[in-house]
């Protein structure tokens, strides 16, 4: 009944959305394909938009709540006696509310205007926010981390722990923000490139494994 288990809560509906959305448009993918439900053009390209604004918005929703929870989890080491005053009951609902009406109106326009690049320009520059911010704060908690062991270490004459804390601390560092970079990075890579270069032949080349970074950034929900 914390702030934090809500946002945790919401992080995994999104990952589940992400998961069924997913699973549900290749059903109906292959249910047409192979002749046995028979749909109107114009009927399965509303029903595939509706999928892939519903997915769009799980991944977008996903990595909002990442970014939300270090945020709290960066309030409770910084501001540790001011933690329930700043991060109350109701804040936490406005920003669930927030990330989810905001993640549906954005993939809604993501989705109708998904040829312009203005409005990938848009996407990109959000996801690449949220990734500087999130890698931002983890660093910035992990080198308070290491200061603290330094600290305790200097208290009681032990130098062995906090090689060992900090040892500790980079791999789930490393862990953390390197599966974040392999699972999110060929969509970010794929983005810049739709961007910067559309009709390069590198980069033709290169929208074609498009279904492969979704199924990374699927790999990092679950």
């Known amino acids: 009944h914390s702030p934090m288990y809500f946002f945790i809560c919401c992080l995994a509906v999104s990952d589940i959305l992400v998961s069924i959305s997913n699973f549900v448009e290749t059903l109906f993918i292959l249910l047409i394909d192979n002749r046995v ?10 029903m595939d938009n509706v999928m892939d604004v519903l997915i769009c918005c799980s991944f977008m929703a996903s990595l909002s709540f990442l970014g939300v929870i270090a945020i709290d989890r ?10 329930h005053s700043i991060m109350t009951i109701q804040r936490a609902v406005v920003i669930i509310a927030a990330i989810w009406v905001i993640s549906t109106g954005a ?3 993501f989705i109708a205007f998904d ?8 996407l990109l520059t959000y996801l690449l926010f949220m990734l500087i911010l999130i890698m ?13 062991a330094r600290a305790i270490s200097r208290m009681h004459r032990k130098h062995t722990a906090p090689q060992r804390t900090s ?52 790999c990092n929900s679950v």
């Open 74 to 83: 960066y309030i409770t080491i910084f501001y540790a006696l001011r933690y």
């Open 167 to 218: 040892l500790k601390g980079a791999i789930t560092l490393s862990i953390l923000l390197g599966v974040f970079f392999v699972c999110w990075g060929p969509f970010f890579l794929h983005l810049i490139l739709f961007v910067t270069c559309p009709n390069h032949p590198f980069c033709h080349c290169y929208f074609q494994y498009f279904n492969l970074c979704v199924i990374l950034v699927i």
């Open 115 to 122: 040829d312009n690049k203005t409005v990938v320009l848009c």
């Open 107 to 109: 993939s809604t326009i």
């Open 37 to 46: 439900m028979i749909l109107q053009d114009e009927t399965a390209r509303h």
């Open 136 to 148: 931002g704060l983890y660093i910035h908690m992990f080198m308070l981390a290491r200061r603290h």
